[in-house]
């Protein structure tokens, strides 16, 4: 029996009372606007819906816009959905649900379709077929970019205005979800949001779909823009949402480290065109710890790092491109661009660089099409954890992901909704609440704070001391944050910050194993009892304030039938 965790925290962070507040109504909302919230949103407007996309910057601005490296899809002759499935599963170490790879390898070549459809341009070779490479953890070429390092930006254009320029959906950028509205009878219903003018605005619908990002913003080191803050998870579990795996943080080993300055991104596609890791003295590392060195998972590959610092009692290592054939300032613009402006000229310096969180790959628990453990609630892309990855993301499997389940989802949450009466809402006035108090409270002191007990506790290695800790601090500085901030967004997003830090060291305290990118130092070895993942269930007390987290061990589901090679599976 897993232990019980004490988690006090309010099932809403403002009180709501639909008489009082204006109601937008639509068929399904969608919270978030990058690749797995903008393919939901277009499947359900395509299926008929009337769709709000609601984002809390500028449509653009997501984590897909930062994704530098590719996206992964079965298109080249060699390759296969059984080899593609293979290699997935090999990285997620035993905890990948299998049904879910499939559905996500499969969908892979519709996908890509669809985005050419929606007008991305992919690089192309000089036949004019599109150009595919092969990142750490695959076995074939299967990798699309587009300008080279910019596939993310690329891909968030096209979706973009996919979104802009369809009928049936109205785009709502600016504007911050704070809460899901719920039904007396637990249902999810719809979002309270607060615009950019600071009017609070209630969006109805019969599906709400949470496609909202990771949770970056709550380590010192990530490669994640400042709207990464877990606003998705948050929200989810105080309307009573299962979550699940939340103890495996992807951690990038290749970050730009200058002191003082933003961590950015070298993307796994820099190593997999022959660049190489060496400490100061210039010694190659890799080939110690992995028979693929430098293209070996990411886990494998960022705890190396973290080791040969401290070995070296280093700050960072660095990535020697000199072995790359061809110009590295035309295969890499965006990574030059950024280097150069700190006077390193990649074509002949080594690039320092150091591990930084990277990717969520827990969440909230998902079904393959989206459901969530709470009726009218569905999940998608970084903040759900749909089975795919396992206890380890491979790299470029993420878009692909956001692309085929957004869709599934989507389409799903189309043929499900049903309208919603007013008075079909929860009135919550003021009862789960929390008092504001007049002592003053520092949000920027405690989220540096934050930040750094993470890097420090939740990092690449952990230990059960320090986990635990960790809880004391996290519990205290959410009570603070509850009680003495401000009611305003800024509070509300550190909030949020704070529950999946905690929910991440629950989860990590509970998994007395290493396993993909859970990493403890006191449990070194992976073992058999722990294939399975960790759900994290929020407890009410008489059904209002969320008052502990039951922890459950949950086995991996049985194999399904083996994928056959399929005949035509590549797209031009």
Not at 80 to 100: K, Q, Y
Request: proline share 5%; aromatic share 6%; charged share 25%.
């Amino acid at each position: 029996m897993l232990p019980e965790h004490p988690f006090s925290l309010p099932r809403q962070l403002v009180g709501f009372d639909p008489r009082r507040v204006p109601l937008y109504r639509f068929d399904v909302v969608v919270v978030g606007g990058g690749v797995a919230g903008a393919s939901a949103a277009l499947a359900a407007a395509r299926a008929g819906a009337e769709v709000a996309v609601l984002t809390k910057s500028g449509l653009e601005r997501s984590n897909t816009q930062w994704a530098k490296g590719g996206i992964a899809a079965v298109l080249g002759a060699a390759d296969s959905f059984a080899d593609h499935r293979a290699d997935t599963l090999a990285v997620g170490c035993e905890l990948s649900e299998l049904d879910v790879v499939d559905t996500v390898v499969r969908g892979g070549p519709s996908a890509i379709q669809r985005l050419l459809d929606l007008g991305t341009s992919f690089d192309r070779d000089d036949s004019g077929a599109i150009e595919l490479g092969r990142e750490g953890g695959h076995s074939h070429a299967r990798i699309l970019h587009a300008g080279g390092d910019a596939t993310g930006f690329e891909i968030q254009r096209a979706l973009s205005k996919g979104l802009e320029e369809h009928e049936r959906i109205a785009t709502f950028p600016n504007t911050f979800s704070i809460d899901l509205l719920r039904c007396r009878d637990g249902a999810v219903r719809g979002v309270l949001a607060e615009t950019e003018r600071g009017d609070r605005v209630g969006f109805t619908a019969g599906e709400v779909v949470l496609a909202t990002g990771g949770a970056g913003q709550i380590y010192r080191e990530t490669t994640n823009p400042v709207i990464a803050t877990g606003d998705g998870v948050a929200m989810g579990l105080r309307a009573g949402a299962h979550v699940r795996d939340m103890e495996f943080f992807q951690f990038h080993p290749t970050c730009l480290y200058i002191a003082g300055a933003a961590r950015v991104l070298i993307s796994e596609i820099v190593r997999g065109a022959g660049a190489v890791l060496r400490d100061r003295s210039g010694y190659r590392f890799m080939p110690d710890h992995h028979p693929d060195a430098e293209l070996a998972p990411r886990d494998v590959v960022s705890r190396a790092v973290a080791q040969r610092m401290a070995e070296t009692e280093d700050t960072n290592v660095f990535l020697d491109l000199a072995a790359i054939e061809g110009d590295a300032h035309a295969l890499f613009p965006s990574i030059s661009r950024v280097c150069s402006f700190f006077g390193i000229d990649i074509g002949v310096d080594p690039i320092p660089v150091r591990p930084g969180l990277h990717y969520m790959v827990g969440g909230l628990e998902v079904d393959g099409d989206g459901n969530t453990s709470v009726p009218g609630l569905r999940a998608v892309g970084e903040c759900a954890s749909s089975g795919l990855h396992g206890a380890n993301r491979m790299g470029s499997n993420s878009l692909l992901e956001g692309l085929v389940l957004g869709e599934r989802a989507g389409t799903c949450a189309a043929a499900e909704s049903r309208p919603v009466q007013r008075g079909d809402l929860r009135i919550d006035p003021e009862a789960d609440c929390p008092s504001r108090g007049s002592i003053p409270v520092n949000l920027p002191d405690i989220t540096y704070s934050l930040k750094s007990l993470m890097w420090r506790h939740m990092g690449v290695i952990r230990a059960k001391d320090r986990l635990e800790e960790s809880l004391p601090l996290l519990d205290l500085w959410t009570r603070a944050t509850l009680e003495l901030a401000p009611s305003a967004a800024r509070s509300w997003e550190l909030v949020n910050m704070l529950t999946v830090a905690r929910l991440g060291v629950i989860s990590a305290l509970a998994r007395t194993e290493s396993r993909g990118v859970h990493y403890r130092s006191d449990h070194p070895e992976m073992h058999e009892a722990w294939r399975a993942h960790t759900r994290l269930v929020p407890v009410a007390h008489q059904g209002r304030e969320l008052e502990r987290i039951r922890v459950e061990r949950v086995p991996v589901a049985a194999p399904v039938e083996p994928l056959a090679r399929p005949e035509a599976a590549r797209a031009d």
